[in-house]
């Protein structure tokens, strides 16, 4: 009956009533996910001045809960809704702990966003998280960070984890022609319908990858504004 309530919201995400059922669900079972969602259900009709103490008995319940099966949601950030993370920033280096800390309370099994704006992890941290399971329901990737560089383009392009991943947003991020080209090439990155690499180092041959990539053929957006780009680059675009 579970799994039957979590497809069903999964199909129509926006249908408060099928939260409901589902949280009602997860409650009976003795599962936290049930009580964070009836709180969630209880904020879309809370009146303004109600809302900071259901948010704070949220935040509080999430806290709680990591103490008792002893685990830390360090260095992130979750903008939750119906109890489930919706986006999470990336705030420090032990960002990696928390994520699963998340993935071992069942919390990251709907699409959601991750950010990193600040430093992306070293070659060795990046291959621990594109190698990790956390990323596999994420909808939305959005790094900020120069360090990374073709050679994070390309562990993040053969990630196994990342095939549903639908944008990618990589701005300033240091990537030249090779990474350009190995996003043309992956497989993994299907799915993606918005690429932006805004501010990055892609020449002619990395745009014209990119322009002719029989991978990415559901994308619909594409951006490679400054990025020095010349005439053989544009007329491929």
């Known amino acids: 009956a579970i799994q039957d309530a979590e497809q069903r919201v999964a199909d129509d995400p926006d249908n408060l009533e099928l939260w409901s059922v589902f949280g009602d669900s997860l409650q009976e079972s003795g599962d936290l996910r049930g009580d964070l969602i009836a709180l969630d259900v209880a904020l879309e009709s809370a009146e303004a001045p109600d809302k900071p103490a259901i948010e704070e008995r949220r935040d509080?319940?999430?806290?709680?809960?990591?103490?008792?099966?002893?685990?830390?949601?360090?260095?992130?950030?979750?903008?939750?809704r119906f109890g489930y993370p919706r986006v999470v920033r990336v705030l420090g280096s032990g960002y990696l702990d928390g994520l699963q800390s998340l993935a071992e309370m069942s919390l990251?099994?709907?699409?959601?966003?991750?950010i990193f704006h600040g430093p992306f992890?070293?070659?060795?941290?990046?291959?621990?998280?594109?190698?990790?399971?956390?990323?596999?329901?994420?909808s939305s990737l959005d790094?900020?960070?120069?360090?990374?560089?073709?050679?994070?383009?390309?562990?993040l392009a053969s990630s196994r984890y990342l095939g549903n991943l639908n944008v990618l947003e990589l701005v300033a991020c240091g990537?030249?022609?090779?990474?350009?080209?190995?996003?043309?090439?992956?497989?993994?990155?299907?799915?993606?319908t918005v690429l932006n690499l805004v501010g990055n180092r892609i020449g002619d041959k990395g745009?014209?990858?990119?322009?002719?990539?029989?991978?990415l053929v559901n994308l619909r957006e594409l951006s490679l504004r400054e990025n020095p780009i010349g005439v053989r680059g544009i007329r491929a675009l």
């Open 207 to 215: 745009a014209v990858s990119l322009a002719s990539s029989e991978t």
């Open 108 to 114: 990251l099994i709907f699409p959601y966003s991750l």
């Open 175 to 192: 990537v030249g022609d090779e990474g350009a080209m190995a996003l043309a090439a992956s497989e993994t990155l299907a799915k993606l």
């Open 121 to 138: 992890p070293d070659a060795n941290g990046a291959r621990e998280l594109v190698n990790s399971g956390v990323l596999e329901n994420v």
């Open 60 to 80: 509080e319940l999430i806290r709680c809960h990591c103490e008792e099966i002893g685990v830390d949601l360090i260095d992130i950030d979750c903008e939750l």
């Open 143 to 155: 790094i900020g960070c120069d360090e990374l560089g073709d050679e994070g383009v390309r562990l």
